[in-house]
């Protein structure tokens, strides 16, 4: 929030105000603040609550993302290695199959990485023209969408950890077991996976 000297642009400077040992000057922000957002200086603690269960589970979403990133990255790998292989492909169907379970899962984290890119861009915007109306609007907006991220996350890093269990490291395993694994297992459910990511499309 710019152009009132109220130096408060994030999240942890708002909280920082608590700890400021210029007391007048701190609640002399908080006030501005509570202005801005419409709302009793009393209140702001119960705003901090709001805000903090919102992002704190976007954090978490976002932490499970970068973990599941490396996983999948090892099977697209692995994916292209199967390809390769001669018997593999011989059988068109199989190769076919291999690409649109690529397209889809990369096609799935791309998504997601599009989601935290956009909640990133609204959630500097709120604090660079803080109001009540603007946290409302921020806070649906990332809620709407928590049902989403949860689903898809959730269907990725199933099928994730089921491939790294069955095949933890490139060796394990012929290219052949390999592709009918991706043909069983990898490929039933990725269709409901993608039906809850349709749900929700980002501009």
Known sequence: MGGDDLEVT??????????DPDVKKAIAKLKTMAEKLNIQLDQIPRFLEDYGDIFLSLSYYRNCLDRLQPLLGNFVQSMHDIKKNYQVRQDTNLIDQIGKIEKLMTGLVEFLQRLFQDF??????????????????????????????GGVLCGLT??????????????????????????????????????????????
Do not use: C
């Open 120 to 149: 990133d861009n609204q959630t500097q915007d709120l604090w660079d023209n803080l109001s009540a109306e603007r946290f409302e609007e921020v806070k649906k907006l990332i809620s709407d969408y928590h049902t989403t991220i």
């Open 10 to 19: 994030t999240f942890q400077d708002l909280v920082g105000l608590f700890k």
């Open 158 to 203: 199933v099928k994730m950890n089921a491939w790294v269990y069955r095949y933890p490291n490139p060796r394990s395993g012929s290219p052949m077991s390999k592709g009918e694994f991706i043909m069983t297992d990898m490929r039933q459910g990725l269709a409901s996976i993608r039906a809850v990511a349709s749900g929700h499309t980002t501009q």
